[in-house]
């Protein structure tokens, strides 16, 4: 009766007193822990919840916060050793908005370690498993908050997309991830991995959901000086408009069709078989779409122009887990011991990897050549994008190349079409553009997502794509409907 | 000899409402931890948010320096650990200071040094550390604190020129109200780079830098006694070290730590404050609000109204007084006796009642009418000052006083002299001591007398005319 319901049915059953929102509530939770060793979404499940008052949609509809999210007395470890045991005093403003809206939440979910690594793997509470296939990664970093709703625990959780944390997993999940302009949505309170990346995104089943949150959550916050003016209009009342002419293009070289002729990875193949199918379908609905042709080199220096800048960033905006205010307090006699102590047993390798590449990008000898070199092809791949949404209004490309990988996947494929089919979605980072994934098609029984990426500040027109193509998919609403339990 | 060559950084916090970076309180508490908000404690995901007037107050001083603004403000990262940082960084201003390449004129002795200024940039304060034997505390109420820096070049030449400088430096924030700069609150503080050169050489010596000295005077000491050091070693052949020190209390200085290797700060654009160009009619608004600071003040003062160096000194020192005094030759007052009231009777009440100008109950407007009565010689200079007096004693206007006790001055000659005439036959031996002995005292004696009797009211200047007169008379008539 409620498992894998959207948020409109939610509202249906609530507002005709088929059920109260105490009652949404524990089944949700009842899922939660249902599902939790099986798949590991949470890091803190709640037992009890606070309903306030309100005539928002959103009132009594229960949702999970990605794990990284400040929440006052409830404990936010960002899934890392050094903050195990941290309890916040303040809310982020996207947690406040959402609590002021009534929504309820059910639980903080599990991330890569302080959101930094797209698997879903080096949380220090264990692994993220996928809903479709239990062997296979979801993805990362906000790997609980896709799982969660993957697994029809909650319709929407929020997440955090710094290269494509949100958008990247939920193409592996068969779910909606919608990264607004940066900016639309205040950051006050998100623990910061790459603040000029940074963004809040949103994991829902459908468009139209995805969008209803982003109006509840968008608007300038005076806590958070990069967001835009608020403007006076609903994502959800533009969904319907007519696309009729709008144009999309894909880049040849992320996902052209006979740049991969020649390849022989069969699950690759039927990716871009089946984007081009739907590519097909679109036309027929109205769609104009073209390739276009954008210079190798250019797409080449993506992924490491991206670890450049994150990295850097990140070893900066994590310079205060030092066990000094707060976190596990590290033994020593001096204070550079003590620092160093908490560091070293408060982060995983992974991290502490990213912190001295971070660390050597910024030093003074590096930083023209790698960190300064970097932020100048994040600006001339913006300034090509901005180029091209002159004359079209959205960029379309598969989320991956491949379904969800499995755990022993070992294989480093790091060819340089490979980087950029899997990490070409850091492009909507760079720019801050409103992005979005949304499944299209089943490849062996995993879902495979496909990404829309606009202008900046034409979030309504992205999501009114968005919803026009998933028309065209009939994937609308799915989860996997895996566990042997009705609620 | 050497040439002795000093560059200071000096720290001031500013005056607002809130910190730089956050909405907590900017005040001075003795309760630690008692002015602080998630941001100053640099909790995971919080954000900055720039206080403007903390911008204006910088961009203003800078101004004041004689400094180039830049074209928009931003702000950069400077990463390192302490324990008195909580974020692990610093949000300060490498990339575009708030103002560059300016100086400050200042009046050593009696003449005048230009201090070149470097830079003035916009950062926040940190936490202040209490040692204790066995731990350390923090106290997170100044982390956070707007603070500007300004770093001179190295262009200062003892610690008299240091002195004068920080003196000066301090009244422009003064007089500009952008700090209370008290640096017994630590709000002024002062890191010196001191190096002593060969006379007539041109390469610059190892530097020596002394770090946070509070008290001006200590800052002197602190150069007198590194020079003193430094030639000593040099004349002995040896080497400077390159390192920091500190300036105890025995006015010596000691080491801190060598300097092997300049810390690295990984600098970079604080992504999370989005750039603000500087409109020109921003800063043109911003720069017709900037006072006329102290050393013009004081040059207007002996150039153009011709008071005496000391006078004017005392003047144009206080921005409120040297306004008070500017509002009085406003009306047209008499300077010389504007300049007389204001630095006795003013400045001593001012001392006496332990108040500020502006809390005075005279107003530069009703000085200004007590003056015009004595310029006209409608009542003595002091009798003028006695009614000041009793004018804030009794908070009325010394005007009223004037009309209201009947104390207008006897100018009528005729009135004067019967009066004098009693006075000296009541006196006869003084008269006679005029007479016989040509004692010309005894006019002051007379003075006084017709004053006393006269309650004070009489013409003192026409008074001495009519009793030298009289006396004169009385000699002739005598002989």
């Given at each position: 009766m409620y498992r894998g319901k959207n948020i409109t049915k939610i509202r249906e059953l609530l507002d005709k007193k088929v059920i109260t929102k105490e009652e949404v509530f524990e089944k949700a939770t009842s899922l939660a822990h249902y599902f939790q060793d099986e798949?590991?979404?949470?890091v803190t499940i709640l037992d009890k919840v606070k309903i306030k008052d309100s005539d928002s949609l959103l009132s009594g509809i229960p949702y999970a916060l990605k794990d990284n999210f400040s929440t006052r007395g409830i404990l936010t470890t960002a899934s890392s050793n050094i903050l195990k045991d941290y309890v916040p005093v303040y809310d982020a403003t996207v947690y406040k908005k959402l609590k002021k809206a009534g929504a309820t939440l059910v639980g903080k979910t599990v991330l890569d370690e302080l959101a930094m690594?797209?698997?879903?793997?080096?949380a220090h509470t264990g692994v993220v498993r996928n809903p479709w296939d239990k062997e296979r990664m979801i993805g990362g970093s906000s790997a609980g908050s896709a799982a969660c709703v993957a697994l029809g625990i909650v319709p929407f959780a929020i997440g955090s997309d710094t290269g494509d944390s949100v958008r990247k997993p939920a193409g592996f999940g068969g779910i909606v991830g919608f990264k607004p302009t940066y900016g639309r949505i205040s950051r006050y309170g998100l623990f910061a991995f790459a603040s000029s990346l940074d963004h809040v995104a949103i994991c829902s089943r459908n468009v139209r959901d995805a969008a209803l949150v982003t109006d509840i959550l968008k608007g300038q916050d005076?806590?958070?000086?990069?967001t835009l003016k608020s403007e006076n209009v609903k994502y959800v009342d533009t969904l319907n408009d007519d696309i009729k002419g709008k144009k999309l293009f894909y880049i040849k070289e992320v996902c052209g069709k006979d740049f991969y002729k020649d390849t022989n990875d069969l699950v690759l193949k039927k990716v871009i078989t089946t984007f081009h199918d739907m590519l097909d379908k679109c036309r027929d609905k109205g769609f104009i779409i073209e390739e276009v042709s954008i210079d190798m080199d250019l797409l080449t220096a993506l992924y490491p122009a991206y670890m450049c800048i994150s990295c850097a960033e990140a070893t900066s905006n994590n310079a205060n887990l030092t066990g000094i205010q707060f976190g596990p307090r590290g033994v020593g006699n001096t204070i550079e011991e003590i620092i160093f102590n908490a560091r070293t047993e408060g982060f995983s390798e992974l991290i502490k990897r990213r912190f001295v590449l971070g660390s050597y990008i910024l030093q003074k000898e590096n930083q023209e050549k790698l960190y300064l070199n970097a932020c100048r092809v994040r600006r001339l791949i913006v300034d090509k994008i901005t180029e091209l949404f002159e004359e079209y209004d959205g960029m379309i490309a598969p989320c991956s190349g491949g379904v969800a990988p499995t755990f022993?996947?070992?294989?480093?494929?790091?060819?340089a079409r490979y980087l950029i089919l899997e990490n070409h979605m850091v492009m909507g980072n760079f720019g801050g553009f409103p992005s979005i994934t949304i499944p299209y098609t089943m490849i062996d029984k995993l879902p495979v997502g496909l990404n829309i990426t606009g202008r900046v500040k034409d979030d309504a027109l992205i999501l009114n794509i968005a919803q026009k193509i998933e028309e065209l998919t009939g994937l609308k609403d799915i989860y996997a409907k895996v566990g042997e339990i009705d609620v | 000899m050497y040439k002795v060559v000093i560059g200071l950084e000096v720290h001031c916090e500013l005056k607002t409402k809130s910190k730089n970076f956050s909405s907590a309180p900017n005040t001075f508490s003795t309760f630690p931890n008692s002015n602080v908000a998630a941001v100053d404690l640099g909790l995971p995901g919080i954000l900055p948010v720039v206080n403007k007037e903390a911008c204006r107050k910088a961009l203003l001083t800078a101004m004041a320096l004689n400094c180039q603004n830049p074209d928009e403000v931003i702000f950069d990262r400077k990463n390192y650990f302490y324990p008195d940082l909580p974020k692990g960084y610093q949000i300060t201003q490498v990339t575009k200071p708030m103002g560059v390449n300016g100086y400050l004129d200042v009046l050593v002795g009696d003449k005048i040094k230009r201090v070149k200024i470097h830079q003035l940039h916009l950062e926040e304060d940190t936490a202040s550390l209490e040692h204790h034997p066995k731990y350390s505390l923090i106290d997170y109420n100044r982390s956070g604190i707007p603070l500007i820096e300004i770093v001179t070049e190295p262009c200062i030449e003892s610690g008299e020129e240091a002195v004068a400088f920080l003196e000066d430096l301090r009244d422009v924030f003064l007089f500009l109200g952008v700090s209370e700069a008290k640096s017994n609150y630590g709000q002024m503080r002062c890191d010196v780079n001191i190096s002593l050169m060969e006379e007539g050489s041109t390469k610059l010596g190892t530097k020596v830098e002394m770090k946070n000295i509070n008290a001006f005077n200590n800052v002197k000491v602190a150069i007198e006694y590194e020079i003193k050091r430094q030639s000593a070693l040099l004349d002995k052949g040896e080497k400077i070290i390159q390192e920091t020190r500190r300036i105890a209390e025995d006015g010596k200085t000691y080491s801190m730590r060598e300097k092997v290797d300049a810390i690295d700060y990984k600098y970079f654009i604080e992504p999370n404050i989005p750039s603000t160009p500087l409109r020109h009619e921003y800063l043109e608004e911003l720069r017709s609000s900037l006072p006329e600071l102290k050393l013009d003040r004081y040059l207007k003062y002996i150039n153009k109204y011709n008071i005496g160096k000391s006078d004017a000194k005392v003047l144009a020192k206080v921005r409120s007084i040297s306004d008070y005094f500017e509002e009085v030759l406003s009306y047209g007052s008499d300077v010389s006796l504007a300049v007389n009231f204001v630095t006795t009777s003013i400045l001593s009440t001012l001392n006496k009642l332990e108040i500020s100008v502006d809390e005075l109950f005279i107003s530069p407007k009703m000085l200004s009418e007590v003056i015009e009565y004595v310029y006209q010689g409608k009542i003595s200079l002091d009798h003028g000052k006695k009614i000041l007096y009793k004018a804030i004693e009794e908070k009325i206007d010394p005007i009223e006083l004037i009309k209201k006790e009947n104390l207008k001055q006897i100018n009528d000659e005729d009135e004067l002299l019967e009066l004098i005439k009693k006075v000296m036959d009541d006196n006869l031996e003084q008269v006679r001591q005029y007479i016989e002995e040509d004692n010309k005292h005894v006019i002051n004696f007379f003075i006084g007398q017709t004053m006393k009797v006269s309650n004070r009211q009489a013409n003192p200047n026409k008074s001495l005319e009519l009793i030298k007169c009289e006396l004169e008379r009385r000699k002739t008539d005598g002989k």
């Open positions: 798949y590991n979404s949470f690594g797209g698997t879903g793997t080096t005076p806590l958070d000086m990069v022993d996947s070992r294989s480093e494929k790091l060819s | -």
